[in-house]
């Protein structure tokens, strides 16, 4: 059914190899050798394997793969993305997959070390070909923002990447594959006049989305919003005094009624923002990660609608 990759199980050596990496210590990933790698020994009956760097992308695979393939995520509902390390269970995951999916735009620049543990193993950087927004302040300045699939525009651009690397791996199941995408893109593009109907709705004076993280480059293009944040990606240096007063003051200039925070992230220094201008905290927004299966962002599709509802309730209020 597949080609043979050259991935998949390690075979007889992974019992051997994950208590030897347990025993070093291993926290920031490894690297093996091409002789640690077997040729495909698929656990998953028919099924092609499938590992994506973060839940987001895990869901776009399943979404194209249906049941031919097992879509898994390193990290868990939750997880902040950006600071994450990999772990020994990591290589067990990784063991399974017959190709490995990533965001790139230098988001999962920890992957690095897990993807060369791998040489053999398809890698897909599923932004490739999207419309990069560039950051335009701050210590990451010039460097591409990574949440492109904040836009459902440029997740239609993840979602055609994907096809294309399943159908390639996959080739007999290629026509259920591209059925599944366009599909899936058709949905896609339903939740895009969606938004931009919702959004529009916004009046003028309240079109400030106001986050801790600048994750929303993408999304405020796509639907006219002006984006303002405490930091542009998370990381240990985000939030300082220079940062929090620069927001104080274009809130307490436009009068934006409500400001934002991530789910992966402690609303602690928005919080300064609030007590400053008497904004108010509009909601919590999926951002870098979906939510568990009984949360508002179970998948991505839902994850792009429960943003524009939290967003239009908090400025409408």
């Keep these: 059914m597949k080609k043979n990759v050259g991935v998949g199980a390690f075979g007889v050596l992974i019992g051997a190899l994950i208590v030897s990496v347990i025993s070093s210590g291993f926290t920031n990933g490894v690297s093996f050798g091409a002789s640690a790698i077997s040729s495909v020994d698929d656990q998953s009956g028919d099924k092609l394997v499938a590992l994506s760097t973060f839940t987001i992308l895990a869901d776009m695979v399943r979404e194209v793969g249906g049941d031919k393939v097992e879509s898994i995520s ?11 390390e990999t772990t020994p269970g990591d290589l ?78 996959d080739p007999d199941n290629a026509d259920y594959y591209n059925a599944n995408a366009a599909a899936y893109i058709a949905k896609l593009e339903a939740v895009d006049t969606g938004l931009r109907e919702s959004l529009a ?29 405490l930091w542009a990606i998370n990381d240990e240096s985000g939030g300082s005094p220079q940062d929090v007063a620069r927001v104080i003051d274009l809130v307490r200039e436009n009068n934006i009624p409500a400001v934002f925070c991530e789910s992966t992230v402690a609303p602690k220094i928005q919080q300064e ?40 309730g908090g400025l409408t209020k």
């Design 201 to 229: 709705t916004l009046p003028e004076n309240n079109r400030y989305l106001v986050t801790c993280e600048g994750a929303f480059a993408y999304l405020a293009t796509d639907y006219d919003l002006h984006e303002v944040y």
């Design 92 to 169: 067990v995951q990784a063991s399974r997959a017959h190709i490995f999916f990533e965001n790139g735009l230098n988001l999962e620049l920890w992957a690095k070390k897990l993807r060369a543990s791998l040489p053999d193993m398809p890698s897909v950087i599923v932004s490739e070909g999207v419309e990069v927004r560039e950051i335009k302040e701050g210590s990451y300045e010039g460097k591409p923002n990574p949440h492109a699939w904040m836009s459902p525009k440029q997740g239609m651009i993840y979602i055609e990447n994907i096809r294309k690397a399943l159908a390639e791996v």
């Design 74 to 84: 390193l990290t868990k509902p939750g997880a902040e993305i950006h600071g994450y």
């Design 273 to 312: 923002v609030i007590n400053a201008t008497g904004a108010r905290l509009g909601g919590t927004l999926y951002v870098d990660s979906l939510s568990l299966a009984d949360g508002p962002a179970p998948t991505y599709l839902k994850l792009l609608e429960s943003s524009a509802e939290i967003i239009i």
